[in-house]
Nanobody
Framework: QVQLVESGGGLVQAGGSLRLSCAASGRTGAWGWFRQAPGKEREFVGT????????DYSDSVKGRFTISRDNAKNTVYLQMNSLKDEDTAVYYC?????????????????WGQGTRVTVSS
């Protein structure tokens, strides 16, 4: 069983940046990031293929967030720039055994514990 450990959350002012990291205890395929804001359902943020050659994002973060991965370290990153109040949420990384990325949380086999991001205005 692969375990995912997230880090990097915290409090940041609107317009600022944060980078989240998620390290896996073993090899994985594609990665995804999801988030859940207070009182809302979990939503898709972004995803990246095993090779890193393909990535996609939700419209709400496109152009502001970037996912990257380091396969040698079994780690994925979520660089978040120009943060807004509405980005406040618990962020979850997820990994799947398959190499292709996915927008659906049900396609992911492993999940991180979540890390809280709070954006203050």
């Amino acid at each position: 069983q692969v375990q995912l450990v997230e880090s990097g959350g915290g409090l940041v002012q609107a317009g600022g940046s944060l980078r989240l990291s998620c390290a896996a205890s073993g090899r994985t395929g594609a990665w995804g990031w999801f988030r859940q804001a207070p009182g809302k359902e979990r939503e898709f943020v972004g995803t990246i293929s095993w090779s890193g050659g393909n990535a996609d994002y939700s419209d709400s973060v496109k152009g502001r967030f970037t996912i990257s991965r380091d396969n040698a370290k079994n780690t994925v990153y979520l660089q978040m720039n120009s943060l807004k109040d509405e980005d406040t949420a618990v962020y979850y990384c997820a990994a799947r055994r398959a190499f292709g990325f996915s927008y659906r949380d049900v396609d992911y086999d492993y999940w991180g514990q979540g890390t809280r991001v709070t954006v203050s205005s």
